[in-house]
């Protein structure tokens, strides 16, 4: 059950994802308090498993990843803020312990499941009546993509 180490992003996400829903606003210390958790957890299984490239390979894909989120955000601005790319930070540091494999699945189904997050949201707008109206949360895209890709590599 190696995919458990994914836990502290997936529930870090979980929290953030509702946090964007209903406020907008992606809290910087939960990003935090996630990033570190999550580290901790990928450096005590890497030490476990006698293979400490785990963690650097997990750091070094959330960073990655958190770079092409920082660059689609600059190419459109408005389309992505940056507790976008936070939330791609805490959650690649997740799936970047199960692979390349996990890391490039994570990003087909960041496209897959936004496109489809973004038509669903515009069509029923729970909040079209409030400030937020027309602007989709982007955040439980990123969240749930990246829960099905370790879902997808812990069966394979």
């Known amino acids: 059950m190696w995919y458990m180490i994914c836990l502290p992003s997936l529930l870090c996400g979980l929290a953030v994802s509702v946090e964007d829903i209903h406020e907008r606003r992606i809290p910087r210390a939960w990003i935090a308090m996630g990033c570190t958790a999550q580290i901790m957890v990928n450096i005590i299984y890497a030490l476990s498993v ?73 069509r029923f707008d729970p909040q079209r009546h409030t400030r937020y109206a027309g602007r989709t949360p982007f955040a439980p895209a990123i969240v749930s993509a990246g829960a099905i890709s370790v879902m997808v590599c812990a069966l394979l």
Request: aromatic share 10%.
């Open 50 to 122: 006698n293979s400490l490239f785990l963690a650097l390979q997990s750091l070094l894909f959330a960073a990655l990843a958190a770079v092409l989120q920082c660059a689609l955000a600059l190419i459109k601005p408005g389309a992505l803020g940056f507790g976008d790319v936070t939330v791609t930070l805490v959650m690649g540091l997740g799936v970047g312990m199960a692979g390349l494999y996990a890391m490039v699945l994570w990003w087909l189904l960041i496209a897959v499941i936004g496109l489809l997050w973004i038509a669903l949201w515009t």
